[in-house]
């Protein structure tokens, strides 16, 4: 700011002098010209030729004084003889030559001719030019202040504005597209609004503020989320390991080493989560998507699922619809949210599905106890349990869900839990039948 004054004050010193020189020396020239120049007109003419009108006429004919007037380009006026004449220095000799010359107060030729002595007396002159007008002269001095004021401006500030230009561009570029270039290129297109952009850089960098401090938060819980988890099999394998070596027969090994293999399933199983869900939360997008078949997929889901927990009936209903998708990932979020209404179901599961619009529409529902609605968003962080005393068994460690969730935003789609027509929990996800590739920022 303060080269910018500073460079307003070294034009417009400059500026002021040259504009007094420049008007000084205008005004001394238009003088000098006024008062040394001859006529342009033959006053002697115009005399004679006023004098013979009148004397042809018994009256005093104004309006043909005027003509003659006009017809030379001069001006004239009718004065009163007896308030003028003793404004002269010389009465004598304006009496015996008729007339007066002299130059008036803004340098204009005039004379004075008496015709019809005493009865009439004519000021004539020089019509004045544009330049001879010393209120226009100081009007066209403050013009040419002003324009060469306008002018040392704009040289002064033109390479502030050519910068300021380049700033407006740069913000423009970052909020349409998240880039920048160096402020010394400059871009091509006129910038927006300087309030409006800094308005949108600052609603950007608050929300990539907000971003960044969410996901240093959910990295926090994820660690802590892990290391949790990795306590119990790790204790399990610490102590099945040091009672293998005091074991006292080979069914008592055996059942060691049934726990080691158990617990280091757990922790390749918790391994293969956190990768998994990592991938999906933190940008690392998959493109692997197909086309196929949803009976087919659910089918499979099905079978599995039954192999597995048998004791509850699955049942399902549906169209049949083919969506382009991740079909693995789709695959695995349905098995997630088939497993986990398996686990709290009493009797029965039921998965359905049918085209919302452009999009297909799953939901999982079971004849559990439920989920209290205060709790229905809770469940999908990271390493959440409603009831801590469940069993790794029953509920899992705790990332199913976040998973879920994860693939459903991958697949521009969303997922929520509500209540069940059956009397439980039901989780319904809604996704586009056709794939969208994400983009990476």
């Not at 043909?64 to 030379?72: H, P, Q």
């Not at 009007?139 to 002018?151: D, E, G, P």
Request: proline share 4%; glycine share 6%; with cysteine.
């Amino acid at each position: 700011m303060k080269t910018l004054y500073f460079r307003c004050i070294a034009f417009i010193i400059p500026i002021l002098i040259f504009w007094f020189i420049l008007t000084s020396w205008l005004h001394s020239y238009i003088e000098f010209d006024s008062m040394g120049h001859t006529p342009k007109v033959d006053f002697k003419i115009v005399r004679e030729k006023l004098k013979q009108h009148i004397s042809q006429s018994t009256e005093i004919d104004y309006e043909g004084i005027r003509e003659i007037a006009n017809e030379y380009e001069i001006s004239v006026n009718v004065l009163d003889p007896n308030e003028h004449f003793i404004n002269f220095p010389e009465p004598t000799e304006f009496k015996r030559k008729g007339f007066f010359e002299f130059f008036d107060e803004d340098n204009i030729y005039r004379q004075l001719i008496q015709l019809k002595e005493p009865d009439l007396l004519l000021e004539l002159s020089e019509k004045a030019s544009l330049l001879q007008n010393s209120g226009l002269l100081d009007f066209i001095s403050l013009l040419l202040l002003i324009a060469l004021s306008i002018t040392g401006l704009y040289i002064a500030i033109n390479p502030f504005e050519i910068q300021l230009n380049n700033v407006l561009n740069n913000i423009s570029l970052l909020n349409s597209n998240g880039k920048a270039s160096r402020l010394n290129n400059t871009q091509p297109g006129t910038p927006g609004d300087i309030s409006r952009e800094l308005d949108i850089l600052t609603e950007n960098l608050n929300k990539l503020v907000e971003s960044r401090t969410s996901l240093l938060v959910a990295h926090q819980d994820l660690l802590h989320g892990v290391a949790h988890e990795f306590r119990s099999p790790m204790a399990r394998l610490n102590f099945a390991v040091e009672m293998l070596n005091t074991a006292k027969s080979g069914v008592d090994a055996d059942s060691l080493y049934e726990d080691i293999c158990t617990a280091l399933e757990e922790m390749d199983q918790l391994v293969k989560e956190v990768l998994q869900y990592s991938r999906l939360q933190h940008g690392d997008k998959i493109r692997e998507y197909n086309t196929f078949n949803v009976v087919k997929l659910i089918r499979s889901v099905i079978a599995k699922q039954k192999s597995i927990t048998p004791r509850i009936a699955i049942n399902y209903e549906g169209e049949d619809i083919e969506i382009q998708a991740i079909e693995y990932l789709i695959e695995r979020a349905i098995v997630n949210l088939a497993r986990n209404a398996c686990h709290f179901a009493q009797h029965n599961v039921l998965i359905s599905w049918q085209r919302q619009d452009n999009d297909i529409q799953i939901k999982v529902a079971d004849d559990g106890i439920g989920i209290p609605p205060g709790k229905r968003e809770l469940i999908f962080e990271p390493f959440t349990r409603l009831d801590p005393s469940r069993s790794r068994e029953s509920g899992g460690i705790g990332l199913g869900l976040s998973i879920t969730k994860s693939i459903c935003t991958n697949h521009h789609g969303t997922i929520t839990a509500g209540e069940s027509p059956l009397g439980g929990a039901e989780f319904c996800i809604r996704i586009p039948t056709t794939y969208k590739v994400p983009e990476i920022i």
